[in-house]
Every structure is written in structure tokens, then in C-alpha cells.
């Protein structure tokens, strides 16, 4: 079964430091999200890309969030500094433009204390 | 508000029940409705798509959307503890990126 693979699955670090995490799409798939999830707000899309290029961020705080794809295989969001409002689960996804739906990866839960 | 709104529950019922989930939203120019299951500690998953209005079944699972009203539901039949889960609905107009409701908690008690 084709999967979206983030790393790292958990993470806990400290305010005002800098956390990097990392998504392998699908082989072939040419749209990659950024989403993150909280309780309170559920699932809110950060930013998207199709085909490497980079579609829309208006999701993200734009000082602190930073997100690229340097290749076909792996996209990454950063967060400089981190702040504790900032925990929640961030989900990547990855889907074919005109496919139905995306499939998700399993997440990371950051946690910044 | 959000452009898709969904009652968080929790819902509890008996095995067996039929469930019934609702969302509703507010753009006029969404085509497409999903229905995503996520477990626990996992990245939703697919469960059905519908185009337009309409229902679509698939084994237990029925989708219905109702453009007139704004109104999309997913009925389960013979509820399992297996569909003990978390049923977030998804819209969007096939030029943007999915929009979600907050997702409802369900939970079929053995």
C-alpha cells in the first residue's frame, strides 16, 4: 500500500526552538498539503503545493512558519521560533490533481513546552 | 463562521444503531463532498466521495448531499465497535484545496 510518511511521529521541544518536520508523499503524486489539527479548530490547511511550486500559505504565520519542497520526494515545515501555541497534530497529505481526495500521512504531534 | 460546520458530538450508540452524521456548509460553490474516518492516533482516511447532489452507498456506508439546503449526511447501517472513530466531512469546489468540518466523535458500544 502506497503511504505518506512524515517524521518525526512525535516531538516535544522547548519554546524559541526551531523544529523541522518532514513528509515523503506518494511516488506521483504532484500536490502535497500542510495541515494541522487542534481540538479547538480542527483541520486547518497551512499551505499547499503542486508540482513543487508553492500554491498557497495563507494559513501560515508567515514571521515564525516556513514551508518548502526541494524535491519531488520531500516537502518540509518549519517553525522558527516555536511557541507553545503552536502544539497540535501537523498532518501532511499528497494527492493527484485530479484525483478525489488525499491521502494523509499519520502526523506529527508536537508538543512545545 | 467556517464554510463547513459539523456537530463534534460525542455520539454514543448501541452496536447495531444506525448513525447518522451531519454537516452543513456555507459556499455556494462547492462540487465535491467527502466523508474521511480517522482513528486515534492516525491521519484520516478516505471513506466515500460524492459529486454534486445526490447518495451513494458503498456496504454500510451511505453519502447523501442536498445543494438546495447546503446539507451533506452519512448514514451508517448495522453500526460495528470497528466504526468507533472520528467522521470529519470535507468540501470543495475542485480548484482549491479540501475544506474540513471539526470532525464528530463517534462511539458503538459492544
Known amino acids: 500500500d502506497a503511504r505518506v510518511t512524515q517524521t518525526p511521529r512525535h516531538k516535544v521541544t522547548e519554546m524559541g526552538q526551531e523544529v523541522t518536520m518532514r513528509c515523503q508523499p506518494i511516488?506521483?503524486?504532484?500536490?502535497v498539503f500542510w495541515y494541522r489539527q487542534t481540538m479547538m479548530q480542527g483541520l486547518e490547511l497551512l499551505a499547499y503545493?503542486?508540482?513543487?511550486?508553492?500554491?498557497?500559505d495563507s494559513g501560515m504565520p508567515k514571521d515564525r512558519f516556513s514551508a518548502e519542497m526541494p524535491d519531488a520526494t520531500l516537502a518540509t515545515l518549519k517553525i522558527q521560533p516555536s511557541e507553545p501555541r503552536d502544539s497540535a497534530v501537523y498532518f501532511c497529505?499528497?494527492?493527484?490533481?485530479?484525483?478525489?481526495?488525499?491521502?494523509f500521512g499519520s502526523g506529527t504531534r508536537l508538543t512545545v513546552v | 463562521q467556517k464554510e463547513v460546520e459539523q456537530d463534534p458530538g460525542p455520539l454514543s450508540v448501541p452496536e447495531g444503531a444506525i448513525v447518522s452524521l451531519n454537516c452543513t456548509y456555507s459556499?455556494?460553490?462547492?462540487?465535491?463532498f467527502m466523508w474521511y474516518r480517522q482513528y486515534s492516533r492516525k491521519g484520516p482516511e478516505l471513506l466515500m466521495y460524492?459529486?454534486?447532489?445526490g447518495n451513494k452507498e458503498d456496504g454500510r456506508f451511505t453519502a447523501q448531499v442536498d445543494k438546495s439546503s447546503k446539507y451533506i449526511s452519512l448514514f451508517i447501517r448495522d453500526s460495528q465497535p470497528s466504526d468507533s472513530a472520528t467522521y470529519l466531512c470535507?468540501?470543495?469546489?475542485?480548484?482549491?484545496?479540501?475544506?474540513f468540518g471539526k470532525g464528530t466523535r463517534l462511539s458503538v458500544i459492544a
Open positions: 497529505a499528497s494527492g493527484l490533481q485530479t484525483d478525489y481526495g488525499y491521502t
Open positions: 511516488l506521483g503524486h504532484n500536490t
Open positions: 503545493f503542486r508540482n513543487r511550486a508553492p500554491l498557497d
Open positions: 459556499n455556494s460553490a462547492f462540487q465535491y
Open positions: 460524492t459529486y454534486s447532489s
Open positions: 470535507a468540501s470543495y469546489s475542485g480548484n482549491t484545496p479540501l475544506v
